[in-house]
Every structure is written in C-alpha cells, then in structure tokens.
C-alpha cells in the first residue's frame, strides 16, 4: 500500500489542531505512537487505524486510502482483485495500474471498517452474480462477527503450494446446525457444497475470509 495513509492522517491531526503526541495519548497509547507509525516502512494494522480515526474524526477508510470526494451518502471502494472458483494463482491482487473505484451507499454500520471489492469473473457463481459484477466486502478479522447463515461470504481456498483460489459461497446451517459453503453456479464444475467443520478431502485449507455487504452490477 502507498503512503497515503499518512498524508491523509497529517491533514486529518492539522483540521483538528492536534500534535502527533496530543492525538497518541487521546487515542489511549503512548506519546510517541503516531511518530513511530510514520517513522515505520509498513502500513499499520487496523486496530491502530480504528484508534487513530476515533481521534481525528474521519474513517478508519478514509485514512486506507479510499475515495475522499464521493458525493454525500456514497462511499468509493477499490476493486482490487478478481473472484473465480478454479483460478489458481499466489497471488491474489491485482497491480495498481489495474485497480478501478466503484460507489456504494455510506453504510453507517460499517463506518469504522474499511471496504474491500472484487470483480466476478467465470460461472462460479451465475446463479446470484453475472460475470463482471463486483462484490463489496467486509473482513471478518477485523468486524470480528461470527458466520451468518443465509449471508454470502468471499472464500479463501489454498492448497500446500501456497497457490489459492477465490470464490464466494452462501452460508447454509443443516438441521442439526452444521455449517455448509454451498455454491450457486449452474455450471457442473462448480456443485461440491463445503462442510466448514470437515474441510475438503484433498486437504486444501478453507477459509471465509469476507463477508459480501454489497453487489454493484454493470448494465
């Protein structure tokens, strides 16, 4: 990720006329917090984004990077990465010069969260979304929610190579409560329901890693 986290907190401390050692210990950490964030090579972990924008009034979002001029009541979220059952690859972004932004509502429960969005690609997933759709998540890790069922999730599956593919699955709770990813694709390579608590049979390591809040369709 680029620095513009930290051009964006600097004007954020200026409009409310906070010093990094001011905002640090207002936002329950020590003094020199902010200065060793910015003195630092790597982004800081959403907690500390959290506790920072509870300070200066803005976004944890807005502090990632995303979209400052959407027009009142929308949100710009990034779409950063494609999502298709089968395509395997290490690694899963895309490069910034293939990133684009879409608008969605400003959803005031997810306020404090970052959005992320990801480009439907193949027939994974046709019965619910067409090629092209995008879909806007939220990360489980950092809402911290516990699965729902009857929500669609985006689903992290990776082999031993490290290769991973990524799909999005509805959440289903049998009648004795056991979790299924179910898949909804009228293609016949993409039927196999996932027990969350068995796992595949090759091994693969299966992980709900997003939960969709949003789907932006292209006409």
């Known amino acids: 990720m680029s620095d513009i986290w930290k051009e964006r907190l600097k004007k954020a401390l200026e409009d ?15 003094e020199t917090f902010i ?7 790597r ?8 506790a920072i924008a509870r300070v200066v009034g803005r976004p944890a979002s807005y502090l ?5 001029a959407a027009p009142s009541g929308l949100r ?6 494609p999502i298709q059952a089968g395509a395997w690859s ?16 400003d959803y005031p429960e997810y306020s ?12 994974s997933m046709n019965r619910r979304y067409q090629e092209g759709t995008v879909l806007v998540f939220v990360d489980v890790n950092e809402t911290g929610e516990s699965p729902l069922p009857g929500k669609r999730y985006i689903v992290e599956r990776k082999r031993a190579s490290g290769e991973a593919e990524h799909t999005v699955k509805l959440l289903h709770a049998d009648q004795d409560g056991k979790l299924w990813l179910m898949p909804e694709s009228d293609d016949p390579r993409f039927q196999a329901a996932i027990a969350i608590d068995d796992g595949t049979e090759d091994g693969d390591v299966v992980a709900i890693i997003g939960r969709v809040v949003a789907a ?4």
């Open 16 to 30: 409310k006329g906070l010093n990094m050692k001011t905002a640090s210990l207002a936002a329950g950490k020590g």
């Open 35 to 41: 200065r060793d964030l910015f003195d630092r090579d």
């Open 43 to 50: 982004t800081p972990s959403i907690d500390n984004f959290l």
């Open 64 to 68: 990632l990077g995303e979209d400052s």
């Open 76 to 81: 710009g979220v990034e779409v950063g990465a």
């Open 90 to 105: 290490e690694t899963w972004e895309w490069d910034y010069d293939e990133r684009y932004t879409v608008m969605v509502p």
């Open 112 to 123: 404090s969260f970052r959005l992320y969005a990801a480009e439907a690609r193949g027939t």
């Open 216 to 219: 932006v369709t292209k006409e």
